[in-house]
């Protein structure tokens, strides 16, 4: 099971990492429009209350995502202390 998670989320090379790696750039593009729609001083509530939902579900997944990679990685404080490491933790800390 670790190798199969593995596959998906450290490989980029395996159908389903590649498949992963693409949900989760399609998801980074997603929050960025969602982010950006945010500022629309005119937004109603419900979709503001959407769009915080959807900031919600979006860094959760970037978290576990972190986290797996933490956990999956061969020696995790040289992804922890990588480039990408840093950029994903930059990206759920706030």
Known sequence: MIQTLRNIVIESNTKNGRRFDLF????????????????????DSKSKELLRLFEI???????????????????PLSYIFSFFGIIDLLAILP
């Not at 989760?24 to 937004?43: D, K, R, V």
């Not at 579900?57 to 020696?75: G, H």
Request: glycine share 0%; net charge neutral.
């Open 57 to 75: 579900i979006s860094v959760s997944i970037f978290s576990i995502e972190y986290l797996l990679r933490i956990l999956l990685t061969k020696n």
């Open 24 to 43: 989760i750039q399609s998801l980074i593009l997603l929050s960025l429009i969602s982010f950006s729609l945010e500022t629309f001083p005119n937004l």
